[in-house]
């Protein structure tokens, strides 16, 4: 019964900001590492960052200096702040457990002039 909620898409210019958040439900949060993905249209989903229960996170080349995860473990929240955002960063983004299969509806964001 693991409940991913994902929020805080929306229309952005080239060069705004975008924090997305990721509510979790029905788990002990802070067990599990936590990953953001995105799927643009015609595209695989790609793995964009992740963060593990002690805190090291990693990303994808094309996001790295402009995208940072975090997480809130008493909220049992996971956060990704979008800087700098690219036409290319469009896409609706996920949260997930990395390996898992519990998907969310997921946020859409579209970053257009």
């Known amino acids: 019964q693991v409940q991913l909620v994902e929020s805080g898409g929306g229309l952005v210019q080239p060069g705004g900001s975008l924090r997305l958040s990721c509510a979790a439900s029905?788990?002990?949060?802070?067990?599990?590492?936590m990953g953001w993905y995105r799927q643009a249209p015609g595209n695989e989903r790609e793995l964009v960052a992740t963060?593990?229960?002690?805190?090291?996170?990693n990303y994808v080349d094309s996001v790295k200096g402009r995208f940072t995860i975090s997480r809130d473990n008493a909220k049992q929240i996971v956060y990704l702040q979008m800087n700098s955002l690219k036409p290319e960063d469009t896409a609706v983004y996920y949260c997930?457990?990395?390996?898992?299969?519990?998907w969310g509806k997921g946020t859409l964001v579209t970053v257009s002039s």
């Open positions: 997930n457990i990395p390996g898992s299969d519990y």
């Open positions: 029905g788990m002990i949060f802070s067990w599990y590492a």
């Open positions: 963060i593990t229960s002690g805190g090291t996170t």
